[in-house]
């Protein structure tokens, strides 16, 4: 089960350490195939490094360049972030393409560079309020997903996260209306057909994760992660705090029986 905590601008350096340091106490009961993503801002990356340090945690980055190096002002290597010992980055989140205008094509040219560097993208994708009730859903998915991944190859140490956040559901920016698990269900099985059109059912096995993103909290999760095609989730305001965070990783990983639980990745 893959956690990733996406703090966006929210927390300054020194909260970001302690909320590390406070999920590093915690991490060592988590059981094994559970994997946890502290994403900070680019300012606390190696403070945050430096505090999950031999811990099991793993650190992501919100977004990267795609050049590792040259004349590009203010913007942020993706080898450097190798350097601090990220594993993921974010990628495509909607609040960059919403208040960076940031285009599918330039998501595109990130996420190889991301992959060139050893990085494990976690590419963002999902419809707007409008776009889900214009019934665009299944067209805004497949446009974001096939832009994304257009010419990329996915070699046998390549992994990818794509993360199905509908942007009407995201706490911050959103309705206040809850995706049900029905629909997350029925998104990352058009996400799978896409992924299998693309690469074949085998990449998708091998390579390729989908996780949730939206509202997630401990009371919901559970109706998400049972869910047979999700393998995790995208978690922002309730990874904010240390206790509530662990809450939902720990619901997640005891759901109270109702649904199965087989990420066999069935081809579909
Ligand atoms: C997000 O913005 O990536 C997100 C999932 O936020 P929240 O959990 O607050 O809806």
């Not at 920016?173 to 990352?188: F, K, L």
């Amino acid at each position: 089960m893959l956690a990733i905590a996406n703090w966006k601008m929210k927390l300054d350096v020194l909260q970001s350490v302690a909320l590390a340091q406070a999920m590093v106490k915690s991490a060592r009961h988590l059981p094994q195939g559970t994997e946890v993503v502290l994403c900070p801002t680019f300012l606390s990356l190696a403070h945050v490094a430096a505090a999950v340090k031999g811990s099991t945690l793993r650190l992501g980055a919100q977004d990267c360049f795609w050049e590792t190096q040259g004349a590009f002002t203010g913007e942020v290597s993706p080898a450097d972030l190798r350097q601090l010992d990220c594993q993921y980055v974010i990628l495509g989140h909607s609040e960059r393409r919403e208040h960076m205008q940031e285009t599918d094509g330039q998501v595109h040219r990130k996420l190889e560079a991301a992959l060139r560097t050893g990085l494990t993208p976690v590419l963002c994708i999902g419809e707007n309020y409008q776009e889900r009730s214009g019934s665009q859903k299944d067209y805004v998915l497949i446009r974001q997903l096939q832009a994304a991944l257009q010419g990329v190859t996915l070699g046998p140490d390549d992994r990818l996260v794509v993360a199905y956040e509908p942007v009407w559901a995201i706490s911050t920016g959103g309705t206040g209306i809850e995706a049900t698990p029905d629909e997350v269900q029925y998104a990352s099985e058009v996400i799978r057909h896409i992924i299998i059109d693309l690469y074949g059912a085998a990449v998708l096995q091998r390579s390729v994760q989908i996780v949730y993103g939206g509202s997630v909290n401990p009371s919901n999760v559970a109706s998400f992660t049972q869910l047979p095609t999700l393998h995790g989730v995208l978690v922002g305001s309730a990874s904010l705090d240390a206790a509530t965070f662990l809450a939902v990783i720990s619901a997640a990983l005891n759901p109270m029986p109702s649904r199965t639980t087989d990420r066999s990745n069935t081809v579909i």
